[in-house]
């Protein structure tokens, strides 16, 4: 008994001096004079497009990721194709790469001097400096979350359920949504919950391709840098408190729904 306490012990000082104290320091610093220097910094023009630029980006990015996500899941599962080998070792590539190195990658791809940046550019089509970088990104970065979750309960759930349904008559639409799709559904809302947490905080690749330009194409994790740099440390610590409340609710709401979910 003892030594399970001592265990427990360890781990919760462990996680509490390398996760909690840092991130509630944050929190703390940001409303340390109260709430109306916060307002006044979240209400202003750059931090307002900033916050609307992120959440828009996630947006986009988390249901593409999901879709794509499934589908490479069924893919590397239940369809083993010549090739999809390679897909199932270049879904970990982001989780391999430097967030930096993605976005040079992109730089270089579609940049100006680019393979195709140049045609694109010829064009109109710009690709840059604009929301199309920081979405490509986000969504770069962002996709092996819901394939490595889903992949390993597909695994587990076998194909028995599945090859039944098909021999009443279901089609392989109807067998998807009626059997797979439940057996997957928590793996699913957890690998969105962690695409979410990743898309809004991602900012390695966006800081390359986006230009930071303010009021244009600079999220909130580009906003929070430049504010620290520019020793307004009210609005680093709102913008960093924003993305945290953000991420913490997505994973809060995600152990709510599963734990609903298996009540019922």
Same mark, same amino acid.
């Not at 593409?64 to 996500?69: A, K, M, P, R, S």
């Given at each position: ?6 265990? $427990? ?19 703390? $610093? ?235």
């Amino acid at each position: 008994m003892s030594a399970r306490l001592a265990l $427990r012990a360890a781990v919760l000082g462990y996680l509490g001096l390398l996760l909690a104290a840092p991130v509630g320091l944050v929190f703390w $610093r940001t409303f340390e004079h109260g709430l109306i220097p916060v307002w006044r910094v979240l209400s202003s023009h750059d931090a307002a497009h900033a916050l609307w630029l992120t959440v828009l980006i996630t947006a986009i990015a988390v249901p593409l990721n999901t879709i794509v996500g499934v589908a490479c899941a069924l893919a590397i599962v239940r369809h083993r194709l010549p090739g999809f080998g390679l897909v199932n070792t270049l879904v970990d590539l982001p989780l391999a790469l430097s967030p930096v190195v993605v976005g040079l990658a992109l730089f270089s791809f579609y940049g100006r001097d680019g393979l195709v940046g140049g045609w694109l550019e010829a064009h109109g089509i710009r690709v840059l400096f604009s929301l199309p970088a920081i979405l490509l990104a986000t969504i770069f970065v962002s996709l092996p979350f819901v394939v490595r979750e889903v992949v390993p309960v597909l695994r587990e759930i076998g194909v028995e359920q599945e090859e039944a349904a098909a021999t009443l008559g279901a089609s392989d639409l109807q067998t998807f949504l009626r059997v797979t799709l439940p057996a997957i559904r928590w793996a699913v809302t957890y690998g969105v919950a962690l695409t979410t947490a990743r898309a809004l905080g991602e900012f390695g690749a966006v800081s390359v391709v986006s230009g930071a330009i303010q009021g244009r194409t600079e999220t909130l994790t580009l906003y929070v840098q430049r504010s620290y740099e520019g020793f307004d440390t009210v609005g680093a610590y709102a913008g960093a408190t924003v993305l945290a409340a953000l991420a913490i609710c997505a994973l809060v709401l995600m152990s709510f729904l599963q734990r609903k979910g298996e009540t019922r």
